[in-house]
C-alpha cells in the first residue's frame, strides 16, 4: 500500500511570494491533517479536512489556508509569505476516527528568502 | 500550560539499557495516546498507540498508560544504536497535539 506522497520536497521562495503543496494520503483514508515543524516550536497543526470539508484548524493566521479534493488529495496555501515560515510541512492521513493514528509523509521543506 | 509535555532529554542510554520516556497531558477527556519516532531529517514515524489504562508491549517496546494520572510513558529495552531518533508524544483531543519530543542516544 502507498504511503503518504508529498510534492515537492523542497521549495525555495521569496518573501511576498505564495506557495502552493500537495498531499495525496494513504488509499481508503478520508482525513488529511496538516502540520509545521520548526525548531523552536515543534509539530504545530495547522488544520484537518475531512470529506472535503475543513474540520478543525489550528492557531495560524488566515495566510494559511487548505482544501480536499473529491479524491481526499489536499492542497495547503501560504500566501504572502514570510521569514518566519520557513519550516518543513508535512501532511498527514488517517481514517478519520479519533482513534486512529496519523500517517506522515515526507514532508516539504519551504525556505523563504 | 502546554498541551502535551515531555521529559526534556537529551537522554543518553548505553546499548542494551533501558530507556525511558514520558509524557503528560492536560486534556483529560483525550482517549487515543500515541508514539512517534522520528530520525534526523525524517518525517515522525508511528511506533506505538495506546486507548486503555496499562501497559502494551510491542517487541523492545512498552507503552503505559494511566488515564488518572494523565500519564503516558514508553519504554525502550534492550536499546539499540538504531533506537537513537526524537521520540514524540502525541494525544489525541479533537486534533493529535504533539509534545516537543524527547531526543534518545543510544552508546555502542
Known amino acids: 500500500k502507498a504511503g503518504v506522497t508529498q510534492t515537492p520536497r523542497y521549495l525555495i521562495k521569496t518573501r511576498g511570494q505564495q506557495v502552493t503543496l500537495s498531499c495525496s494520503p494513504i488509499?481508503?483514508?478520508?482525513?488529511v491533517s496538516w502540520y509545521q515543524q520548526t525548531p523552536g516550536q515543534g509539530l504545530q497543526f495547522l488544520f484537518e479536512?475531512?470529506?472535503?470539508?475543513?474540520?478543525n484548524k489550528g492557531n495560524f493566521p488566515g495566510r494559511f489556508s487548505g482544501r480536499q479534493f473529491s479524491n481526499s488529495r489536499s492542497e495547503m496555501n501560504v500566501s504572502t509569505l514570510e521569514l518566519g515560515d520557513s519550516a518543513l510541512y508535512l501532511c498527514?492521513?488517517?481514517?478519520?476516527?479519533?482513534?486512529?493514528?496519523?500517517?506522515f509523509g515526507n514532508g516539504t521543506r519551504l525556505t523563504v528568502t | 500550560q502546554k498541551e502535551v509535555e515531555q521529559n526534556s532529554g537529551p537522554l543518553s542510554v548505553p546499548e542494551g539499557a533501558i530507556a525511558s520516556l514520558n509524557c503528560t497531558y492536560s486534556?483529560?477527556?483525550?482517549?487515543?495516546f500515541f508514539w512517534y519516532r522520528q530520525y534526523s531529517g525524517k518525517s515522525p514515524e508511528l511506533i506505538m498507540s495506546?486507548?486503555?489504562?496499562g501497559d502494551k508491549e510491542d517487541g523492545r517496546f512498552t507503552a503505559q498508560l494511566n488515564k488518572a494520572s494523565q500519564y503516558v510513558s514508553l519504554l525502550i529495552r534492550d536499546s539499540q544504536p538504531s533506537d537513537s531518533a526524537t521520540y514524540l508524544c502525541?494525544?489525541?483531543?479533537?486534533?493529535?497535539?504533539f509534545g516537543a519530543g524527547t531526543t534518545v542516544t543510544v552508546r555502542a
Open positions: 498527514a492521513s488517517s481514517m478519520g476516527q479519533g482513534e486512529s493514528p496519523l500517517h
Open positions: 488509499s481508503g483514508h478520508r482525513s
Open positions: 479536512y475531512f470529506s472535503e470539508t475543513q474540520r
Open positions: 486534556d483529560r477527556v483525550s482517549q487515543s
Open positions: 495506546i486507548y486503555s489504562n
Open positions: 502525541a494525544v489525541n483531543d479533537y486534533k493529535l497535539s
